[in-house]
């Protein structure tokens, strides 16, 4: 059984920055691909990033150059750095891996 647990949501400016992390439970992480969606109010669930087991990234149009999704395999933890944030990045964050084992998401909120 896999668990992901994110935290590191909250209320910041726009332009400012925040940092979120996904600590996910298993013994094989280090060959995991973990992802990283959003869901704002009202809109479908959008696929944000995805973090492969050898570090290679790719991302949604809508953060692409201003989010950055990395691994630490020792510490079985994904981070999404997200940098020049706009009122559009309000959303509910989750991470994600194969098959289906989601977390229970954490709300950023960007608002002045």
């Known amino acids: 059984q896999v668990q992901l647990v994110e935290s590191g949501g909250g209320l910041v400016q726009p332009g400012g920055s925040l940092r979120l992390s996904c600590a996910v439970s298993g013994s094989i992480f280090a060959v995991m691909v973990v992802g990283w969606y959003r869901q704002a109010p009202g809109k479908q669930r959008e696929w944000v990033a995805r973090?492969?087991?050898?570090?290679?990234?790719d991302y949604g149009e809508s953060v692409r150059g201003r989010f950055t999704a990395s691994r630490d395999n020792a510490k079985k933890t994904v981070f999404l750095q997200m940098n020049r944030l706009k009122p559009e990045d309000t959303a509910v964050y989750y991470c994600?891996?194969?098959?289906?084992?989601w977390g229970q998401g954490t709300q950023v909120t960007v608002s002045s």
């Open positions: 994600h891996t194969g098959p289906g084992f």
């Open positions: 973090i492969g087991s050898g570090g290679n990234n």
